[in-house]
């Protein structure tokens, strides 16, 4: 396995390492943790006929150890979980059997919740082919399928025993996948590492032409800080560290709910919420000007959209943050900038400065 660089995710006897490299998901050698298991893979329709050959070519397995589900946020339902346990039932997977899950967000969610569950819990693999997965969903154990009342809402926390990246499956992603995955990438530099973002600054158009160095440092860089925040509060404690990875997020999903979660994909409106973060911490004069101009002018080279969509008011952020899970005793809580690299959750932020920012945004 040459060129594989090893991360780490410190959750004592649920620790994992995270390989990230080049055609590695067709390399054996990436998967010591599965070795001499009975396993199971699960992916997607549009992924099985791009990657699903070479993993079964390294792990020695046949086409019947492979559920396919339809690709698309549609699969990731209790319905589509009970298929896939049935079909776990029918074709007799032990307790020490090993589930793999091949594709993006929502094949991992999907998967590690069917994992989470099939006979009280079994192991399973993450194998990400999204930039989203790879810097984000493979990595903290967050496991779940969507309910009509509302995304996430079924779930487990399960960690995976490993984590496979393989930068190679990127150059099938769609552009607009890339670029919403991309935004989770810049929302890592702004919360956690001013010295990510800059070098997002300077590597963006190496990142753009999927330069394979360029995007295993990222994936490497996302994932360690992934790693440590959810090491500190791998359960997401109210007002833990692990909020802090929403930054964007409130702004977002009001974006997402206003536009029936059909129009933007969450990576492009997470990037909408990052600049409306950026741009409120500034009025707050918590980061400087500059600073917040740097973070739109990033976003904006990325391809990312720096404004809510045509339509949506002050009024509609207002009405749809004030359902935001970030609500906590009447007051909204915001995760802002006290500077580039360093969030905070705060309910101690000026709705009159929150009123400009948005009135700025939705011209
Ligand atoms: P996705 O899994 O739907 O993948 C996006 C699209 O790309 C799909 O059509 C898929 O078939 C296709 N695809 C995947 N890999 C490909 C490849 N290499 N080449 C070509 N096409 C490919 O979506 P996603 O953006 O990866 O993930 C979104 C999901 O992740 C959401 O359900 C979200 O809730 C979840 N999520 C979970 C966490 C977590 O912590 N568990 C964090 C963030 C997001
Ligand atoms: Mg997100």
């Not at 620790?15 to 990230?20: A, C, G, K, L, V």
Request: charged share 20%; aromatic share 6%; proline share 3%.
């Amino acid at each position: 396995m040459n060129n594989t660089r090893i991360l780490k995710v410190e959750l004592g006897a649920r620790s994992y390492p995270i390989r990230i490299g080049r055609s590695i998901a067709g390399l054996d050698t990436a998967f010591p943790e599965s070795a001499g298991r009975s396993l199971r893979v699960v992916t997607d329709s549009n992924v099985e006929p791009l990657y699903l050959e070479a993993l079964l070519g390294a792990l020695s397995l046949t086409r019947d150890q492979v559920y396919v589900v339809p690709a698309g946020e549609a699969s990731k339902t209790w319905d589509s979980a009970g298929k896939v346990l049935d079909w776990l039932l029918e074709s007799r997977l032990s307790r020490d059997g090993c589930l793999i899950a091949l594709g993006g967000g929502v094949i991992g969610d999907l998967t590690g919740f069917v994992a989470s569950i099939y006979q009280r819990g079994i192991d399973f693999i993450q194998i990400p082919t999204t930039l989203l997965a790879q810097v984000d969903s493979s990595v903290g154990g967050k496991t779940g399928v969507n309910h009509a009342r509302g995304k996430n809402l079924i779930g487990a926390f399960h960690q995976p025993i490993s984590v496979v990246a393989d930068t190679d499956t990127l150059a099938t992603l769609p552009k607009r996948e890339l670029l919403a995955g991309l935004a989770e990438v810049i929302k890592y530099g702004m919360l956690a590492d001013g010295l990510l973002f800059e070098w997002l600054e300077s590597n963006l158009d190496r990142i753009l032409s999927l330069n394979p160095n360029s995007l295993a440092e990222i994936i490497e860089r996302c994932c360690a800080i992934k790693a440590r925040i959810v090491g500190l509060d791998e359960r997401e404690t109210g007002s833990g560290p692990r909020a802090l990875l929403n930054l964007g997020h409130t702004f977002g999903h009001a974006i997402e709910t206003y536009t029936g979660y059909t129009e933007w994909l969450h990576g492009e409106a997470v990037a909408t919420g990052l600049v409306l973060a950026a741009d409120l911490s500034a009025r707050h004069g918590w980061i400087t000007e500059a600073v917040a101009a740097r973070c739109t002018a990033l976003i904006a080279r990325a391809g990312l959209p720096v404004a809510p969509p045509k339509g949506m008011t002050a009024e509609h952020f207002r009405d749809l943050m004030g359902l935001d899970k970030k609500v906590k005793a009447g007051k909204l809580r915001l995760i802002l900038l006290r500077g580039l690299g360093d969030a905070v959750l705060s309910s101690d932020f000026e709705q009159d400065l929150l009123d400009e920012t948005l009135a700025a945004a939705c011209r």
